[in-house]
């Protein structure tokens, strides 16, 4: 099964420093997009950031940035500056867009924790 | 405001019961999809509708079944059938056909059967 790989069950970083999060995908597809959301405690997804296949450019959304390989299939997810509001999981996931188009496929997650 | 309402936060019911999750949106997409979730795994997809009267299984379907009579409401069944329901659910909406739209979450129901 296709399937995206999030190699590190838990993360620590110190408050104001950056940190980056793994995430590496199996697809056959070309034409697909990738997702980050983080989960808090409390349990709601929230989404931060998407990069398509398609996209020359990495995607940044504020203290958010993703590098993208695409001949690696991998899409890491970089925090700068992190702050104690970014303890929560983290999420990678898969769309393709194709006959099951809007179905995402969920990496394991990453638990971040940022110290004071 | 609009969203994705989820109820209740909490479900507790008895081995051999079925119980129905509610989600309704306010945000006016065509697409709606039921996620589980286990500790410590990530989302997997249970159901998902991209128009009213009709429905796909994802990928763990099985001792679950929908409805979707209206674009607003997307209810999820879990049934007796189901072997181990368990589980934090999450339901999610996004916009059909335009690549890059994110897909949007509830608070999720967590429900607990023993």
């Known amino acids: 099964a296709q399937k995206i790989t999030q190699t590190q069950p838990g993360m620590f970083v110190q408050e104001k420093e950056a940190v980056t999060l793994d995430c590496t995908y199996d697809?056959?597809?070309?034409?697909?997009?990738l997702f980050w959301y983080k989960q808090p405690s409390s349990g709601e997804m929230i989404f931060l950031i998407y990069q398509g296949s398609y996209d020359e450019q990495n995607a940044t959304e504020g203290r958010y940035s993703l590098n993208f390989q695409k001949a690696r299939k991998s899409a890491n997810l970089v925090i700068s500056a992190s702050q104690l509001g970014d303890s929560a999981m983290y999420f990678c996931a898969r769309m393709n867009y194709g006959g099951s188009q809007g179905n995402l496929i969920f990496g394991k997650g990453t638990k971040l924790s940022v110290k004071p | 405001d609009g969203g994705i309402t989820q109820s209740p936060k909490y479900l507790f019911r008895k081995e051999g019961q079925n119980v129905t999750l509610s989600c309704e949106q306010n945000l006016n997409h065509d697409a709606m999809y039921w996620y589980r979730q286990d500790p410590g795994q990530g989302l997997r997809l249970i159901y998902y509708?991209?128009?009213?009267?009709?429905?796909q299984k994802g990928d763990i379907a099985e001792g679950y079944s929908v409805s979707r009579e209206k674009k607003e409401s997307f209810p999820l069944t879990v049934t007796s059938a189901q072997k181990n329901p368990t589980a934090f659910y999450l339901c999610?909406?996004?916009?059909?056909?335009?690549?890059?739209?994110?897909?949007?979450f509830g608070p999720g129901t967590r429900l607990t059967v023993t």
């Open positions: 999610a909406s996004s916009i059909v056909g335009l690549a890059g739209t994110e897909q949007y």
């Open positions: 697809t056959s597809d070309q034409s697909y997009g």
């Open positions: 509708s991209q128009i009213v009267n009709d429905f």
